[in-house]
């Protein structure tokens, strides 16, 4: 089982970024997915969930209208696009099969000036 993160990085606020997740070895057009981050000294936040098929989505509210998230489950992939990025947006962030406890390890998103 693998969760390969990527698209992470320096941004600067107002910026945009990308998240990709890659999941290989298990069924993952059947899987709930979900995006978390943790900040430094803080605890890890549900950031953002997608269902199997794509259909119901939820967010926190700190991003409610700035990310989305979305998911091909042809090329078994699951997204992050983050826009009009904050500084309190810097985390490492990390997806995850919630009901499979399959984490990926994670990839850094700065914003800063």
């Known amino acids: 089982v693998q969760l390969v993160e990527s698209g992470g990085g320096l941004v600067q606020p107002g910026g945009s970024l990308r998240l990709s997740c890659a999941a290989s070895?298990?069924?993952?057009?059947?899987?709930?997915m979900r995006w978390y981050r943790q900040a430094p000294g803080k605890e890890r936040e549900l950031v953002a969930g997608?269902?199997?098929?794509?259909?119901?989505?939820n967010y926190a509210d700190s991003v409610k209208g700035r990310f989305t998230i979305s998911r091909d489950n042809v090329k078994n992939t699951v997204y992050l696009q983050m826009d009009n990025l904050k500084p309190e947006d810097t985390a490492v962030y990390y997806c995850?099969?919630?009901?499979?406890?399959?984490w990926g390890q994670g990839t850094q998103v700065t914003v800063s000036s």
């Open positions: 995850c099969a919630p009901l499979r406890n399959y």
């Open positions: 070895g298990f069924t993952f057009s059947s899987s709930i």
């Open positions: 997608i269902s199997s098929g794509g259909s119901n989505t």
